[in-house]
T-cell receptor, first 119, second 110 residues
Framework: GAVVSQHPSWVICKSGTSVKIECRSL??????MFWYRQFPKQSLMLMAT?????????EQGVEKDKFLINHASLTLSTLTVTSAHPEDSSFYIC???????????????FGPGTRLLVL | GQNIDQPTEMTATEGAIVQINCTYQ??????LFWYQQHAGEAPTFLSY????GLEEKGRFSSFLSRSKGYSYLLLKELQMKDSASYLC???????????FGTGTRLKVLA
């Protein structure tokens, strides 16, 4: 149990375009989903927290108009990188938490990540 | 402030035992988590401690001392496939967010 998927796993796009990344909890209802980005050899940096049906809460320094998050259902959250630029190139990882799982409701389960390269 | 400290790199030999330490400071405490992350992949959940003591799960064990703000991950009978980064994360009270450490890159040598 506690499987989280992400799509796409790789995306290459031109500067100025928008990219949408999907995060799905496959076998549980995700009360909360989190979006992180990770640069090479660095740890995960939380970008935002999203709860189903409400607006995402963004971490300090993260532009909410640039990184649009929608959490339409208990199994799906999307991150849209708008007007992407080369500096947005990174590894984007989502995680999800939910009740009734073996690790407890505080445990986050991570998706496989999406590698974004903006040319 | 909120902070997690763990060593940046460690090296150990195949078959040995290694202990990765983590100290944390958070506003309140909801739990301490350990994740394994291989290069280019997402983190996978290893353990969760919220009470003091040792939690054993096969070759991996995790220990927590809340009064000392300290945890460690113990890996026994090291295998080459254990070469990875090990992330320590703490969850402050009143939130389900994690504060992540920088991660410890473990190299297992033959």
């Amino acid at each position: 149990g506690a499987v989280v998927s992400q799509h796409p796993s790789w995306v290459i796009c031109k500067s100025g375009t928008s990219v949408k990344i999907e995060c799905r909890s496959l076998d549980f209802q995700a009360t909360t989903m989190f979006w992180y980005r990770q640069f090479p050899k660095q740890s995960l940096m939380l970008m935002a927290t999203s709860n189903e049906g409400s607006k995402a809460t963004y971490e300090q320094g993260v532009e909410k108009d640039k990184f649009l998050i929608n959490h339409a259902s208990l199994t799906l959250s999307t991150l849209t990188v708008t007007s992407a630029h080369p500096e947005d190139s990174s590894f984007y990882i989502c995680s999800a938490r939910g009740g009734g799982l073996a690790g407890g409701q505080e445990t986050q389960y991570f998706g496989p990540g999406t590698r974004l390269l903006v040319l | 402030g909120q902070n997690i400290d763990q060593p940046t790199e460690m090296t150990a030999t195949e078959g040995a035992i290694v202990q990765i330490n983590c100290t944390y400071q958070t506003s309140g405490f909801n739990g301490l988590f350990w994740y394994q992350q291989h290069a280019g992949e997402a983190p996978t959940f290893l353990s969760y401690n919220v009470l003091d003591g040792l939690e054993e799960k096969g070759r991996f064990s995790s220990f927590l001392s809340r009064s000392k703000g300290y945890s460690y991950l113990l890996l026994k009978e090291l295998q080459m496939k254990d070469s990875a980064s090990y992330l320590c994360a703490a969850s402050p009270s009143g939130t389900y967010k994690y504060i992540f450490g920088t991660g410890t890159r473990l190299k297992v040598l033959a």
